[in-house]
C-alpha cells in the first residue's frame, strides 16, 4: 500500500512509487538522485569524495573504480530509484587504499549508512553485474524495521532471520558480526535481525516469547511462511559460527518445518502501515456500509416519513409555507 500523501516518481517517463525519505532535508537531497546523471563519472579523488557525501546514507552507492560507465548504464537506468551510480576514469592509489582494492577495474558497493562495503573484480558481464549489484542493494546485515521491510519486498531472496533479546546488547553484537561473515559468504539469502526489545509484536510472530532462548533463527519467505531448522531452533553461546553454519547445512538440506507466520503478524502490519492508514481504511469501509444500508432503506413514494415528501394537493399551509420560505432564506 502507499503511503499518504502518495508521491511518484517519472523515470525515464515511467511513473514509480516513491518509497524515499519524508523529511523535507532528506527528500530534497533524494530527488536530486533523479535529475543527476544516471552514472555520474568521476575525474578525480576529490570528486569520488564530494560523490560520495553529496548522496548522503540513505541508499547503497555504487563506484566503478577503473570501469567504463556502459558497463552500467543499463542497469543504473533501471535500478535507479534504489541506489546511486558513478565511475572513477580518474583517480591514485590513495583511493585504492582507501577502497581496500588490490587492482582494477572493481565495482565497489558501499552501504555507509551500515559501514557495509563489497568489492567485485568482475566478471564484467551484464548478467554477472546484475548479480553483483542486486545482491548489494541491501547491506550484509538488515535490520528490521518499517522502512526495511519495503526495501525486502523487492528482493526475491529468502530471509535469514535472526531475533535477538537486545539489539543494543554487547553479546547481541558479537553475534551479529558472525552473521556479517555468514551473509558475505551466503549471498543466495538475505541476512536480516531484529531484537525482542525493539519490535515484541514482530518477533512473536514467529513463535518468541520472553521465554524463548535466544538468539533464534528462521528462514522466512518475507510473506506469511517461515520455516524452523531441526534441531536449530535457538543459538547457543559458545561455538556459535560453527551452530550458524550447521543451520544454513540443514536448511539446504531440507531439514524444515514450515510454519505459518502467527497473530500478530497482523500486529506488525498495523504498525507498518500505521494508525493513520488503519483509519482511513475503516473510515472507507464505514461510509461503504452506510452506503449499501441506505440503499436498502429507500423510503417508498408516499412513506411520510421521507423528509422529502409533500402533499400532492396545491393547499399548503400558511405556517408550512412560512417556514420553507424562511428555511430558503437561510440557506
Known amino acids: 500500500m502507499c503511503g499518504f500523501p502518495t508521491l511518484k516518481i517519472f523515470v525515464h517517463g515511467v511513473p514509480t512509487d516513491y518509497n524515499g525519505p519524508r523529511k523535507s532535508d532528506k527528500l530534497v537531497r533524494y530527488l536530486r538522485k533523479f535529475v543527476a546523471p544516471d552514472v555520474t563519472v568521476l575525474e578525480s579523488d576529490s570528486a569520488i569524495t564530494e560523490f560520495v557525501e553529496a548522496a548522503g546514507t540513505s ?3 555504487f563506484i566503478g573504480i577503473g570501469l567504463d560507465e556502459l558497463a552500467l548504464l543499463n542497469l543504473a537506468k533501471k535500478l535507479k530509484k534504489n541506489a546511486w551510480f558513478s565511475v572513477a576514469k580518474d583517480f591514485s592509489e590513495t583511493t585504492m587504499a582507501l577502497y581496500g582494492l588490490n587492482k582494477t577495474p572493481a565495482l565497489v558497493a558501499l552501504h555507509p549508512n551500515f559501514d557495509d562495503q ?10 554477472s553485474v546484475e548479480e553483483f549489484i542486486r545482491q548489494n542493494l541491501l547491506p550484509l546485515t538488515l535490520p528490521i524495521t518499517g522502512e526495511s521491510l519495503k526495501l525486502l519486498k523487492d528482493d526475491k531472496r529468502k530471509i535469514v532471520l535472526t531475533i535477538v533479546e537486545d539489539e543494543t546488547h554487547y553479546e547481541s553484537k558479537e553475534f551479529l558480526k558472525l552473521l556479517r561473515t555468514a551473509a558475505s ?3 543466495e539469502f538475505v541476512f536480516a535481525y531484529v531484537g525482542f526489545n525493539q519490535w515484541q509484536d514482530f518477533a512473536e510472530a514467529f513463535e518468541v516469547s520472553r521465554k524463548t532462548p535466544l538468539p533464534k533463527m528462521v528462514v522466512w519467505d518475507g510473506d506469511e511462511v517461515f520455516y524452523s531448522v531441526n534441531g536449530s531452533e535457538s543459538i547457543h553461546s559458545k561455538d556459535q559460527e560453527s551452530q550458524i553454519t550447521l543451520f ?10 514450515e510454519k505459518t507466520v502467527g497473530p500478530s503478524f497482523l500486529g506488525y502490519l498495523m504498525s ?5 492508514m488503519v483509519y482511513i481504511i475503516v473510515f472507507l469501509l464505514a461510509v461503504v456500509f452506510l452506503i449499501v444500508t441506505m440503499g436498502k432503506e429507500e ?32 440557506d
Not at 272 to 276: D, E, S, T, Y
Not at 304 to 330: I, L
Open 118 to 127: 563489497s568489492i567485485f573484480y568482475g566478471p564484467f558481464e551484464d548478467k
Open 185 to 187: 559468504a551466503n549471498r
Open 248 to 257: 544454513l547445512e540443514r536448511f539446504r538440506e531440507g531439514k524444515v518445518t
Open 299 to 330: 423510503p417508498s413514494a408516499g412513506d411520510p416519513r421521507d423528509p422529502f415528501h409533500y402533499p400532492a394537493s396545491g393547499s399548503t399551509s400558511v405556517a408550512e409555507s412560512d417556514n420553507r420560505t424562511s428555511n430558503d432564506k437561510e
Open 59 to 61: 541508499f547503497p552507492i
Open 272 to 276: 507498518l502501515l500505521g494508525m493513520r
